[in-house]
């Protein structure tokens, strides 16, 4: 599904052009519109549908790879590409916490790139490998990094999942309908460690850790698209609440800046209606790529609390690594 959202995003990008497609042996060698299943809507783009797949080794890829692959098989995939000099810009899991591999989110931390050079290093590739974190993890770290300046010191986040984040065909129709499953396998310690990753600091060879305690807990709930998080937050240095909605409000960084293709123009939008941010209404706005928020409050336990939403197969996969390799180019990592 991430794979398919990938070639829906990148139809008619002004810099990068769709051009190789890699799978497993048994769809090598067929036409994209065979070895796939279509599941978006629309059908498969016309650009692609005819392209043939081949396998996922080196050798006739162009230098930039988006990687989709699954956990069980990138590790050696994604490394075989990045030794032979491809640039490597993956939404699997495999890499994420890796010490010298950036964990991207371009409005957060983009000097986390500076990993790429000790990374090419110590490990003898003439590529590199950049990922993108975990579906849910994107919209709690958007939603915490206009608060990074009033020091954050604990969070406490519930998740709301789409079943779209279970790929496809997913959870089963008698399990999810009317129904809140209160569980979902390695998604909790996903976000409570690629959130303190995001938002820590670049200290030469590896990232130090943000200094706060994040604990998450997280559902998958009987809605297609958009992760909803509710959030709990605790800050050294307690604004007031209207200095706390500016500063989502005003809330901007490189991707803005450089007018990257796929960066929105806002990327946190804070909603002031008693009722938002909602997934129908709400996951679709900006192309899939804002974090929105809303109900802040004051919190009796922390100091507030609020609602945030993003699209996870967008903002939270195929789009985030898309507007990860946009701020490679910005940063002359690619050309």
């Not at 950036?102 to 983009?110: A, D, F, Q, S």
């Not at 986390?112 to 579906?135: D, E, S, V």
């Not at 279970?166 to 009317?178: E, H, K, Q, R």
């Not at 007018?259 to 806002?266: D, E, F």
Request: some cysteine; hydrophobic content about 40%.
């Amino acid at each position: 599904m991430v794979g398919q959202h990938f070639i829906k995003f990148l139809q008619g990008h002004p810099w990068f052009d769709l051009k190789w497609l890699g799978a497993s042996d048994r769809s090598a060698g067929k036409p994209y519109r065979e070895a796939c299943k279509w599941h978006l809507g629309a059908g498969a783009p016309d650009s692609v549908a005819g392209l043939v797949v081949e396998d996922s080794k080196p050798g006739n890829a162009p230098k930039l790879l988006f990687s989709a692959m699954d956990a069980l098989v990138a590790t050696e995939i994604e490394q075989a590409f990045a030794r032979a000099g491809h640039v490597v810009v993956s939404n699997s899991k495999n890499h994420r916490m890796d010490r010298d591999v950036p964990l991207l989110v371009p409005e957060i931390n983009p000097d986390h790139l500076k990993l790429i050079p000790g990374q090419q290093k110590a490990r003898g590739w003439k590529g590199q490998i950049a990922t993108n974190p975990n579906c849910s993890t994107v919209v709690l770290a958007m939603a915490l990094a206009p608060l990074r300046p009033f020091g954050i010191t604990r969070v406490i986040a519930t998740t709301l999942q789409a079943i779209s984040g279970a790929g496809y065909p997913g959870v089963p129709s008698m399990d999810i309908t009317a129904n809140v499953i209160p569980f979902i396998g390695g998604e909790e310690e996903k976000m409570q460690q690629e959130t303190q990753k995001i938002l820590g600091d670049f200290a030469g060879d590896h990232i130090r850790p943000l200094a706060a305690q994040v604990s998450a807990h997280c559902n998958r709930v009987p809605v297609l698209d958009g992760h909803t998080v509710t959030i709990s937050v605790e800050l050294a240095a307690k604004p007031g609440e209207a200095e706390v909605i500016r500063a989502f409000q005003s809330f901007t960084s490189a991707p803005q800046e450089r007018k990257l293709p796929s960066a929105p123009p806002r990327p946190v939008i804070y909603l002031p209606e008693t009722d938002r941010p909602q997934p129908r209404r709400d996951v679709e706005r900006e192309n899939g790529m804002a974090c929105f928020i809303g109900r802040l409050r004051p919190c009796p336990v922390f100091d507030y609390k609020c609602v945030a939403l993003g699209h996870n197969t967008v903002r939270g996969a195929a789009g985030a690594a898309v507007l990860n390799a946009e701020l490679m180019v910005s940063e002359g990592l690619l050309d």
